[in-house]
């Protein structure tokens, strides 16, 4: 299995322009995580899906941050207009959670460094 | 609310000494308690997870940690470090009440292994 892939892996722009970033899961995966890491603030859940759902959406830290999952095998972020405190790591994140059981192993994808000039 | 707090942004060991980096959690219900290591550039790698099974937990790369409710601690060993093992380290913690799946990250220690 190829992982979690995540598009671009860089990605620089200006102020006030539209960013999206991709994500697609691992195969067969019921659950999709966005998070935010940056040094200020760590490492932070912006959203999360079940089987294509927003499930807590609590995390994002303004309406310029969209987030969709269409279907099973991709997601994206989306940040218009983008602002330079956006600046930071994004990555995905997706996991299978067996029937019974109450979760499992998050795996996560490379990240996309974003750089807002 | 859940959280964990990581004692120490930067821990620098010796190879082959004790590696020892800490992880004290807050919640109002049993938790999930998690260990994840991050290498440059790359995403978060699961080390070893806390489900209210064992409370000596053994994970991947000879790291185990250890649930102590009585101290809210959750601190991560390895008996001899390694030069591969430098990298950071991230304790996070999930509860019932968000069913699980939602993990609150402490803001990681950074490991130095020195020849």
């Known amino acids: 299995d190829a992982g979690v892939i995540q598009s671009p892996r860089h990605e620089v722009t200006e102020m006030g322009q539209e960013v999206t970033l991709r994500c697609k899961p691992i195969s067969g995966h019921d659950y999709l995580f966005w998070y935010r890491q940056t040094m200020m603030r760590g490492l932070e859940l912006l959203i999360y899906f079940n089987n294509n759902v927003p499930i807590d959406d609590s995390g994002m830290p303004e309406d310029r941050f969209s987030a969709k999952m269409p279907n099973a095998s991709f997601s994206t972020l989306k940040i218009q207009p983008s602002e330079p405190r956006d600046s930071a790591v994004y990555f995905c994140?997706?996991?299978?959670?067996?029937?019974?059981?109450?979760?499992?192993?998050?795996?996560f994808g490379p990240g996309t460094r974003l750089t807002v000039t | 609310a859940q959280s964990v707090t990581q004692l120490g942004s930067h821990v620098s060991v010796s190879e082959g000494a004790l590696v020892l980096l800490r992880c004290n959690y807050s919640s109002s219900v049993p938790p999930y308690l998690f260990w994840y290591v991050q290498y440059p550039n790359q995403g978060l790698q699961l080390l070893l997870k806390?489900?209210?099974?064992?409370?000596l937990v053994k994970g991947i790369n000879g790291f185990e940690a250890e649930f102590k409710k009585s101290e809210t601690s959750f601190h991560l060993t390895k008996p001899s470090a390694h030069m591969s093992d430098a990298a950071e380290y991230f304790c996070?913690?999930?509860?019932?009440?968000?069913?699980?799946?939602?993990?609150?990250f402490g803001t990681g220690t950074r490991l130095l292994v020195s020849p």
């Open positions: 806390y489900t209210s099974a064992a409370t």
């Open positions: 994140a997706s996991s299978l959670v067996p029937p019974g059981e109450k979760l499992h192993e998050q795996y």
């Open positions: 996070a913690v999930s509860e019932k009440n968000t069913g699980f799946q939602k993990l609150v």
